[in-house]
């Protein structure tokens, strides 16, 4: 079967930094993604990673070791605004994105 | 601004009833996907289109269908709904070049079955 594995919940401090993991086993793999989504509203891509390494976008990063079957979203400089829950999505063929079941990070003052 | 829209918000149907969940983009996408997604179970994979008339299962299939006649439209149908249909709906799109890897959401269906 195809697992992912991501905390269900974390909670920081506001301009702390929080990093999420995230492991896999799945069936293929083409690529790690990362989605946020607050509630009531439509999830939103932050972003893929196929090589290993780390791949920074703003204050935010997403790391991935395939050897490991492992990746993290790391979060700098928290903001309230960033309190809503994670998923990580693995690529697992062409048109497949298999989701992990999400972390729920709230961000308190 | 790119969207994904769906019909409806809210939808309340009767057990049995056949249900028309109706997702349009603008993105000029080929890929389309109906999810549903579950507290403590994430987001689950239902069908996929990677063309008009193409559509392929995903994780979840049973007791759903799909219609894609046209290449920004893309319809769920529940041929007879349970109440273990009940969740939220969400349907993506995105382009079907391998490089690009990113899915665009709507905003999502809360079905309730009663």
């Known amino acids: 079967g195809q697992s992912l594995e991501q905390p269900s919940e974390v909670t920081a401090v506001e301009g702390a930094i929080v990093q999420i993991n995230c492991t896999y086993q799945t069936s293929g793999f083409y690529g790690l993604s990362w989605y946020q989504q607050h509630d009531g509203g439509a999830p939103t891509f932050l972003s893929y990673n196929a090589l290993d390494g780390l791949e920074e976008t703003g204050r935010f990063s997403s790391f991935l070791s395939r050897s490991d079957s492992y990746g993290y979203l790391l979060l700098q400089e928290l903001q309230m605004k960033d309190s809503a829950s994670y998923f990580c999505a693995v690529k697992t063929g062409a048109n497949n994105l298999f989701f992990g079941t999400g972390t729920r990070l709230t961000v308190i003052p | ?114």
């Open chain 2, 1 to 114: 601004d790119v969207k994904v829209t769906q019909s409806s918000r809210y939808l309340v149907k009767r057990t049995g009833e056949k249900v028309f969940l109706e997702c349009v983009q603008d993105m000029d996408h080929e890929n389309m996907f109906w999810y549903r997604q579950d507290p403590g179970l994430g987001l689950r994979l239902i069908y996929f289109s990677y063309d008009v008339k193409m559509k392929e299962k995903g994780d979840i299939p049973e007791g759903y269908s799909v219609s894609r006649e046209k290449k920004e439209r893309f319809s769920l149908i529940l041929e007879s709904a349970s109440t273990n249909q009940t969740s939220m709906y969400l349907c993506a799109s995105s382009f079907r070049a391998v490089q690009r890897e990113k899915l665009f959401f709507g905003s999502g269906t809360q079905l309730s079955v009663l």
